[in-house]
């Protein structure tokens, strides 16, 4: 009973630390689409318009996907706020009626809208940043109907740098929970920035007073907005960032690769890694971002298209559709559309992702880009689900042994369902053997028989 009541206490306490928001916005991952991935700069109103009459004609809405996210670009580059009223300004050539018009357009179809913007002096992109503008930017966004903001992390000013820095790129292995001054210096430093001492307390870093200025902001408007933060997982923002918003990325932006980086931007196999270590921050109301989705896009095989979506899935990372859906091939909507993979992401009952439970190529906690942890489960309100992932460039027979499995019960048998086919494989007591191709991902999920 002590035991019962203190772990209710605990459990209590978490969720009294997380921030929350009207009508459960949050609670879950994010589901949607997002225009950087494939469109870049070369954004319009009819870009949005388009997408959101195909997230419905897809069935991708019904899925859940309701989001209809406009990333950087979108504001008057030249002269980016009024100058009486300091309001930041749509570019009228790609919204001629403003973005209240688009949102009220994409609101009509029953879906949200959102927005970006940048705790700097300017976006990624060089258009007008938030930082010192707050409360009026977050003002105009509720005013348009904004439902969805994305706030990145570009030109920061000199005064606002952290005194400690912590870049995840930088950090090199070992446990996170054992490491407080891991990434060191940034690469390319000014100002010398020395590691944090241990036990540093990041919601003491600027970075943290950046994304609480908004929070508070976005609070304080009268339409509730939920807060995407892109802070590239600096400052530890997995240690506090379910305190200011309701996702935050862990890592620099993605690219459609599998594995290594291109100009900055990585792959899966890298940002998989890094997850192996640091998934632990999510839980209801909280999200650790991975980054918006490259299935379909670049080079990635369709193998690895599957990897990506089901991995991502399998963190209970935001779920944002970086692909046109014009012309969409079937094979790649499928990928977007699995149900069992979303059922697991969305979980109302079960808030954690799934763990790596051993790494299969290397030693278990082995940091190495290429080869992550291969072998993950977690709980769900429809069972088991375990993901095996094959990092090896030929097809391999992987063995999912149940005795290796956390909450699997031993001497028990189990159906094992194919989250891929949709199919019942069978019923299976020790373990389960299926072939996996090269950098395909096996997707399961057991029930007791
Ligand atoms: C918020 O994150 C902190 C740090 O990781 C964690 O201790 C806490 O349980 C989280 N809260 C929720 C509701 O997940
Ligand atoms: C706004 O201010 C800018 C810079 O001070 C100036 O160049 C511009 O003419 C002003 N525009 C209007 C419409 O007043
Ligand atoms: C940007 O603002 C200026 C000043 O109001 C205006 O002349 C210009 O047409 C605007 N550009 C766009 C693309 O909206
Ligand atoms: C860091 O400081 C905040 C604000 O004072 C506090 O709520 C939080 O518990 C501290 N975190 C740790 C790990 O001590
Ligand atoms: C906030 O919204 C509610 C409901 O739409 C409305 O009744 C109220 O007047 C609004 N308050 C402000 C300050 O806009
Ligand atoms: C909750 O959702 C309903 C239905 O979409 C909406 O009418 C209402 O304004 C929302 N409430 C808040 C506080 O956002
Ligand atoms: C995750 O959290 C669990 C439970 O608090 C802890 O035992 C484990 O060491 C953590 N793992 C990592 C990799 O931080
Ligand atoms: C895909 O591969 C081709 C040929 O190797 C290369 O030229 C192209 O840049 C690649 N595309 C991406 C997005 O990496
Ligand atoms: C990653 O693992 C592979 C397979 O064990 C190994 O060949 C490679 O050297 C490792 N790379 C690093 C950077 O440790
Ligand atoms: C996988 O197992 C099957 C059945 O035992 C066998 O026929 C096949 O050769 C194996 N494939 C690989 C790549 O090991
Ligand atoms: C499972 O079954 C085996 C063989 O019947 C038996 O030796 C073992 O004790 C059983 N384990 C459990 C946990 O019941
Ligand atoms: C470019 C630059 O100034 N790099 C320096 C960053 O900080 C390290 C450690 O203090 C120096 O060794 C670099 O020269």
Redesign the pocket.
Known sequence: MTMLISVLALTLLRYALAKTSPNETGRLPAMGWSSWNEYRCDINEDVFLTVGSQLVSLGLKDLGYENVNIDDCWSNKTHQRDNSTGRIQPDYNKFPGGIKHTADKIHNLGLKIGIYSDAGTLTCGGYAGSLNHEVLDAKAFAEWGIDYLKYDNCNVPKEWHDDYRWFPENWKGGHPAEDQTGGGPEENNESKPVPAPPGYNWTDSKTYERYETMSKALDAVNHTIQFSQCAWGHARIDEWGNTTGHSWRMWGDIY??WTGS?EGQWGIMPILNHASFFYNSTDFWGHADWDMLEVGN??LTLEESRSHFSMWAALKSPLIIGTPLDGIKPEILEILSNKDLIAFNQDPVFGAPAKPYKWGVNADFTWNQTHPAEYWSGESSNGIHIFALNTLDTAQNKTIAFSEVPGLVANTSYTVHDSWTGKQMGIFATEYTTLVERHDTMAIRLVEA
Do not use: A, K, Q, S
């Open positions: 459609p690769l291109f670049g080079n």
